[in-house]
């Protein structure tokens, strides 16, 4: 799904990513251990063009989005991202939280496809509508768009036990519930690849089990998941392929068991002796 080939990203002199190389499939879920400052986050933005690379690629889904002609708008509503910091709206109830990119994006569909009147554009907006319903007969409005986004928010709160919660604000939830309601907006465009930045480091210790059972429930629903993260636990566990950065490059990369009991390289050995 993802081929990360030779990437690097400076900041003025300082070359924090020196050559990433590395092959995510559908399904995998990657997980992304190493010291403070080794280019985790950088990684992490270079992959749903937060960031330019300074050089090398990112292909996803066939395309090489660290290319400045392509669209990239279109191929990040492809990739979720869960911050540290939730990165909610506080303006914003917890339903429009869930609810704006997706009406935001098929509003931009509709727009689109009246202006150009193409059939597949309209069919792709009501993607549950038969196909032989005749063009005349499909009228898309914007009240629909947001009927159905409010719809399926609820849904997606409900699923986490916060139904509730769906008109207030995000001020009033607990950093737990406020990163479950994170994870389940990325879900609402439907990507085909969650990427998380230390989603439990901000918690308080007894909020992080219901943050990482929520993401082990995407993990065995096939969620194709990148996790930068310190709970050794949750990787060992959960994670398919574990990678440890350091200093801007991959030093190791190997399925968990491997990883904890046998670590090559030296610099892994001394990080896992300190933080086991
Ligand atoms: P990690 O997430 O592993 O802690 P980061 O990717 O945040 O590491 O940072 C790696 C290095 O890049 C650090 O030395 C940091 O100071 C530097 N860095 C990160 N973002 C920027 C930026 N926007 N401008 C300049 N330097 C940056
Ligand atoms: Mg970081």
Not at 118 to 145: C, D, Y
Not at 194 to 215: H, Q, W, Y
């Amino acid at each position: 799904m993802i081929d990360v080939i030779d990437l690097k990203k400076n900041y003025g002199g300082h070359e924090v990513l020196k050559g990433i190389n590395v092959t995510i499939n559908r399904g995998d879920i990657v997980v992304v251990l190493g010291p403070s400052g080794s280019g985790k986050s950088t990684f992490l933005r270079c992959l749903n063009c937060m960031e330019d690379p300074s050089s090398g690629k990112v292909v996803f889904n066939g395309v090489d989005i660290a290319d400045m002609s392509v669209n990239i708008n279109i191929h990040r509503r492809r990739m979720g991202m869960v911050f540290q910091h939730f990165n909610l709206f506080n303006n914003k109830t917890v339903v429009q939280n869930i609810m704006m990119a997706p009406v935001y994006v098929q509003c931009q569909e509709l727009r689109r496809a009246k202006r150009s009147n193409m059939r597949t554009l309209l069919l792709n907006l009501f993607r549950g509508a038969s196909k032989k319903v005749p063009l005349e007969e499909i009228s898309v409005s914007k009240k629909q768009i947001i009927a159905q986004a409010r719809k399926q928010a609820l849904d997606l709160l409900k699923r986490i036990g916060l139904e509730d919660k769906a008109d207030v604000y995000p001020s009033t939830l607990s950093g737990g519930q406020k990163q479950r309601v994170a994870i389940i907006r990325s879900m609402a465009m439907n990507p085909d690849v969650i990427l998380f930045d230390e989603p439990t480091s901000a918690l308080d210790p007894e909020m992080v089990g219901e943050v990482l059972d929520l993401m082990k429930a995407l993990a065995l629903e096939g969620m194709t998941m990148i996790i930068v993260t310190h709970e050794m636990g949750f990787a060992k566990e959960v994670a398919n392929r574990i990678l440890f950065m350091d200093d801007g490059v991959i030093l190791e990369s190997a399925p968990p068991e491997e990883f904890f009991s046998h670590p090559k390289h030296p610099r892994l050995k001394d990080f896992l002796s300190k933080v086991l």
